[in-house]
């Protein structure tokens, strides 16, 4: 596996059908390892609607600041 033993962090990945999760899972095909950041916020705001049963790691507005930090 090409990347076994990496770490990617990929942003914009709250919605299953997103160009963010096609990206998580060829990442995870190749070994690594991923941290997913999304914003179900901004999405509800879209045409397309928030996914609500998309699955992130970080949920926060990483254009703020004052965004939640992961533990």
């Known amino acids: 596996m090409p990347l076994s033993g990496r770490v990617a962090l990929v ?5 299953r059908i997103g ?3 096609a990206i998580v899972s060829r990442l995870k095909q190749d ?3 991923v941290l997913l ?3 179900a ?3 509800a705001e879209q ?4 996914d609500p ?3 992130v790691d970080i949920e926060a507005d ?3 600041p004052d965004a939640r930090r992961p533990d």
């Open 19 to 21: 160009i963010g999760t």
């Open 41 to 43: 916020e901004h999405d």
């Open 62 to 64: 990483l254009a703020d």
């Open 11 to 15: 942003t914009g990945a709250s919605r």
């Open 47 to 50: 045409t397309w609607g928030a």
């Open 53 to 55: 049963d998309a699955v």
């Open 37 to 39: 950041q999304g914003w």
């Open 31 to 33: 070994g690594a390892r």
